[in-house]
């Protein structure tokens, strides 16, 4: 299956500690996304990138989260000190960076970040 | 903020019946896309409409376009209680990056 992977699939943490997500884009993907869904809520950008570059992260917070996709290995959205308003759902998407006119997203699964 | 705004919020309608979602959105775009999530799932892409398009069809999707007052319908026809999810729009603000509206969630009474 070369689909979006996520994991973990759900991640509990305790305030203050360090929460690490991974994405790994369908073969061949060069683009990836994170966005941030809370319940009953669509999904919020965050960050955009490409293999080494980060193109867009204008819907990141400035402290505490980071994001980055390096040359081997999957994506990486890390947040540090964790604060309850932090749980959500982030999900991930790929694409194939072929235009703008073509920019179809393939999503992850998500990963549900619950923090006590 | 979200680039694109869905209406309603909400919908619900017998299987059978149409169901007809609306997006609107601020910026000039290249490309607008509907997007379905299936509750606590990933979302899956539905179809994609260019900006020099008026009108997609796929399957019993049929899409939209009016750039002049940067707004799109999704209709689906002849619903099922398996379209009940939420749906979202999504807009590439004239660049790769993709922002999606706040969704509507529609639900197919068998």
């Known amino acids: 299956n070369a689909g979006v992977m996520q994991n973990p699939r759900h991640l509990v943490r305790r305030r203050g500690q360090e929460a690490r997500l991974r994405c790994s884009p369908m073969?061949?993907?060069?683009?990836v996304y994170w966005y941030r869904q809370l319940p009953e809520e669509g999904l919020k950008f965050m960050v955009y990138?490409?293999?080494?570059?980060?193109?867009?992260e204008s819907g990141m917070p400035k402290e505490r989260f980071s994001a980055e996709f390096p040359k081997e290995g999957p994506s990486i959205l890390r947040i540090q000190q964790v604060v309850r308003g932090d749980s959500a759902a982030y999900f991930c998407?790929?694409?194939?960076?072929?235009?703008?006119?073509?920019?179809?997203?393939?999503f992850g699964s998500g990963t549900q970040l619950s923090v006590l | 903020s979200q680039q694109g705004e869905e209406d309603p919020q909400a919908l619900s309608i017998q299987e059978g019946e149409n169901a007809t979602m609306n997006c609107s959105y601020k910026?000039?775009?290249?490309?607008l896309q509907w997007y379905r999530q299936n509750s606590g799932r990933g979302l899956v892409h539905l179809i994609l409409?260019?900006?020099?398009?008026r009108e997609k069809h796929s399957g019993r999707l049929r899409v939209t376009l009016d750039t002049s007052k940067k707004s799109s319908s999704l209709l689906i026809t002849a619903s099922r209680a398996a379209d009940t999810a939420s749906y979202f729009c999504?807009?590439?603000?004239?660049?790769?990056?993709?922002?999606f509206g706040t969704g509507t969630k529609l639900q197919v009474i068998p």
């Open positions: 990138l490409q293999k080494e570059n980060i193109i867009d």
């Open positions: 073969k061949g993907h060069s683009h």
């Open positions: 999504a807009t590439d603000g004239g660049y790769q990056k993709v922002t």
């Open positions: 910026t000039s775009i290249n490309n």
């Open positions: 998407a790929s694409s194939n960076g072929q235009g703008v006119t073509n920019e179809k997203l393939f």
């Open positions: 409409i260019r900006s020099n398009e």
